[in-house]
């Protein structure tokens, strides 16, 4: 059989589904909107399903039903935003670097976005929410560029190895860089803790509306190459034999991850693991078709997030633990299992 061969078989393998398709993504709709729900319910304050229903078909001006507008909903929805954009960020990583370890926060592309946030805000002044979303945007392009260049140092040029290395090593001197800025402006410290532990306390609709272009923007970049990326993921010469433009496709999954991953930590800060977690699963239910990964990577990672979010604040009561902690709870396990699987790539 000749490559080509090999290749179409693959890809007609990656198209079928472990389970029904239309199922799965029901289930998953019906899941997400349930959490959303319990997430405008649950807290310090319960808010009863009539009330929610109230404030959107009847407002009348109360204090739940304000709540529900103003604090619930907004939070709910940054938190699926979140969730959404880091899943598809994973996806598309795993796809063009055949890395199963590929992911934000392990490559150092959300601590690129932390860094260049925090130290927008410490030595520029930058207050405003558009500045600090494209100061996330380029610390996220210049950290994912700089763990590339790293990882293809020497001989044998870029390994999935090598990359995991490369985006250790990046990571731990951003995080570091970015606690040295906190600790020479004490007076950012305490706003900053927690949103650099991945954290969507006190979000709100104003700051919804200013990252929200561009996680769109990214989402739809990502859905557009998913045909590619389905062929990417076979291997870089098979797809160059198939014909595609693999400079092209690199390009292009590159913006999407800035876009969808710089946007992702100027709303809640560098939450960590999603991003490896959930591409894992949605390949497990859907096949490796990435035209299903990807929408199924989106609908997951929003589940997860949004179910860590309304865990976080029945863990320690009445104080909340940032998301960015329970997601590591759910992944780092996870994380543990991958390597201990081995570094093959996918």
Not at 58 to 73: C, E, M, N, P
């Amino acid at each position: 059989m000749s490559a080509a061969e090999r290749a179409g078989a693959g890809l007609a393998g990656y198209g079928r589904l472990p389970l029904p398709g239309l199922l799965l993504a029901l289930l998953g709709g019906l899941a997400l909107a349930a959490a959303v729900v319990a997430s405008i319910s649950l807290g310090t304050v319960f808010i009863a399903p009539e009330t929610i229903v109230a404030a959107f078909t009847s407002f009348d001006g109360s204090d739940q039903q304000v709540i529900v507008l103003t604090v619930r909903l907004p939070r709910a929805m940054i938190a699926a935003a979140v969730g959404a954009t880091l899943g598809m960020a994973g996806a598309v990583m795993q796809a063009v670097s055949r890395n199963p370890l590929a992911e934000p926060g392990i490559l150092g592309i959300s601590w690129g976005a932390a860094l260049a946030a925090v130290g927008a805000q410490v030595l520029l002044g930058v207050g405003s929410l558009t500045g600090l979303v494209w100061c996330a945007l380029v610390g996220a392009a210049a950290a994912g560029a700089a763990v590339v260049m790293l990882g293809a140092l020497g001989r044998r040029g870029l390994t999935p190895a090598k990359l995991v290395v490369a985006g250790a090593a990046v990571s731990a001197l951003l995080a570091a860089v970015v606690q040295g800025l906190l600790v020479l402006d004490r007076e950012s410290l305490e706003g900053a803790r927690r949103w650099l532990a991945g954290s969507i306390v006190g979000t709100n609709e104003t700051l919804l509306l200013q990252v929200l272009p561009y996680q769109l923007a990214g989402i739809l970049l990502a859905l557009l190459l998913a045909r590619p990326l389905t062929t990417f993921s076979l291997g870089e010469d098979v797809a160059r034999g198939l014909g595609q433009r693999t400079g092209f496709v690199k390009g292009g999954a590159a913006a999407a991850v800035v876009l969808l991953a710089g946007s992702a930590v100027a709303a809640a800060g560098p939450v960590i693991l999603v991003g490896l977690a959930v591409p894992h699963l949605s390949r497990f239910l859907f096949g490796r078709d990435y035209r299903r990964v990807l929408p199924a990577a989106a609908v997951l990672g929003a589940l997860l997030v949004v179910v860590a979010d309304v865990a976080a604040r029945f863990v320690i009561p009445p104080e909340e633990v940032p998301v960015g902690v329970m997601t590591a709870l759910v992944g780092g396990p996870y994380f543990v299992h991958v390597v201990r699987r081995g570094m093959a790539p996918l």
